[in-house]
Structures are given as C-alpha cells and as structure tokens.
C-alpha cells in the first residue's frame, strides 16, 4: 500500500503541472532498487539465488521421491547420472530470470537426432527449454537446442560444437489462473542462448508434452526441473532472480 501512495503522489505532481511544463512527464518515485552485478559475465547479481554453485546439490531433490538428488558433483560441474532420473529445486518459483550454464560431451558420429546429448530446463516443472547437441545434428526444429520443446523453434541456431560451455539466460512469466482452474493469461518466455535472442517473448501454449497438443492444467509456484535423458550433459553456475 505505501509503495502504491508514493506511485500516486507521484502522478498526482506530475498532474499538477502546468501544460508544456516538462515536468509534467516526469516520475520521480518509486526509486528503483539498487541490484549490485555479477563480478564477471554470467556471474550471479546481489539479489539472485544460487542454486548450483559447484559445491553441493543442497538446493535440488530427486524428481522420482523426493529424496536427495542423486546427480553427480565433479570438479565443480553437476554431472547428469543415466538412469537416476530427473531433479527438481526444493524451492518452487513463479516469474523468474533463470541463468543456467550447461556442456554437451562429444559423441561418436553414429548419435544422432534426439540421441546426441539431450537433456532440458523446465520453468516450473511443465514448460521445456530444449537442450541438446545442435551444433551439426539434423533433428525436428522445435526438438533442437533452444526450442520450448515441440512449440516453438529458436528463431535462429546459436548453438557451439560439442566440447563447450553454453549458456541460456531465460526470462519467464508464469501463467495466470482464475479461481474456477481456467487461463487467464498464459506462459510467456524469452531465451537468450549464448547471447543470442532465440525465442522473442513466445507465449506457451501450455505443459510441455511429447505427443500430443500442449494445454494447461492450472497450478501455483513449482520447482525448476532439470531432465535426465540418458545422456551425460553438464551443467554449472545455476542462479535465478525472482521476478
């Protein structure tokens, strides 16, 4: 409420202006809050939350039970384990910035299509950022690396060779439900893949499926998702800032 005030009596100065005064556009409150960088690129801001930082696994549960997660810690890398299953944050979150670093191992030749490094990000445990080896990897477009999975492709390739770090930096809006389960505004996402813009605000339409049209099934704050797809993928330097 005093945040609303300070907006109002803000506006209400501004009002009071004489006509061609270029006060009149000014907005003096309220003043943002000061957020101190990352030291380094990628490196998480003063406000984010740390959810890997290559030291433990504190943050995340196994996805099958609840139990610890049972991925692997190795020189600093999370460390996808075949077979153990995916793993969730222990937090769950609505809007988000979420920064995650992830690494496809190199594969022999004969690994291809979704058989080459799959792995996946999901925001709030139902809507799938595509990760995979796309380098040099023929594959269904809204199946690559970048894609919210079998939605919408990434608006262009950005992906590097096998062998090195990569990056997305996601922007995501959590859909809205009435108090009746039905949509009042859906999903929205922007992803950024080493840099690159590849998905321009695309509005989701609904829980990632593999076959099947997508839809919603209404929900409040749920965890981050990490997927495990049989395939050694790496990922580092996890944080998000709540939006």
């Known amino acids: 409420?005093?945040?609303?005030?300070?907006?109002?009596?803000?506006?209400?100065?501004?009002?009071?202006?004489?006509?061609?005064?270029?006060?009149?556009?000014?907005?003096?409150?309220?003043?943002?809050?000061?957020?101190?960088?990352?030291?380094?690129?990628?490196?998480?801001?003063?406000?984010?939350?740390?959810?890997?930082?290559?030291?433990?696994?504190?943050?995340?549960?196994?996805?099958?039970?609840?139990?610890?997660?049972?991925?692997?810690?190795?020189?600093?890398?999370?460390?996808?384990?075949?077979?153990?299953?995916?793993?969730?944050?222990?937090?769950?979150?609505?809007d988000v910035q979420l920064h995650v670093e992830w690494f496809a191992p190199r594969l022999p030749a004969d690994k291809v299509d979704q058989d080459r490094a799959n792995s996946g990000v999901f925001l709030q445990d139902v809507y799938e950022v595509q990760v995979l080896d796309s380098f040099e990897n023929k594959t269904y477009v809204n199946g690559q690396a970048g894609a919210i999975y079998k939605q919408y492709p990434p608006l262009v390739n950005a992906s590097l060779p096998a062998g090195q770090w990569q990056t997305y930096d996601i922007i995501f809006t959590a859909p809205r439900f009435a108090s009746d389960g039905s949509l009042k505004s859906p999903a929205r996402m922007t992803v950024l893949h080493n840099g690159v813009l590849i998905q321009n605000n695309v509005s989701l339409k609904g829980a990632t499926v593999y076959i099947g049209a997508p839809s919603y099934k209404a929900h409040g704050d749920m965890p981050i998702r990490l997927q495990d797809h049989s395939h050694e993928v790496r990922f580092r330097n996890i944080w998000l800032r709540k939006l």
Not at 19 to 45: L, N
Request: glycine share 10%; aromatic share 6%; no cysteine.
């Open 1 to 94: 409420m005093a945040l609303l005030a300070t907006l109002l009596t803000s506006v209400a100065h501004a009002a009071n202006a004489p006509a061609g005064d270029p006060k009149a556009t000014e907005v003096w409150s309220p003043v943002p809050a000061k957020v101190t960088p990352g030291t380094t690129a990628g490196a998480p801001p003063a406000d984010a939350i740390v959810l890997f930082d290559g030291k433990h696994l504190n943050a995340w549960k196994s996805e099958k039970d609840g139990g610890p997660a049972q991925w692997r810690v190795e020189k600093g890398e999370l460390v996808v384990a075949p077979g153990a299953g995916d793993i969730q944050t222990r937090d769950s979150f609505g």
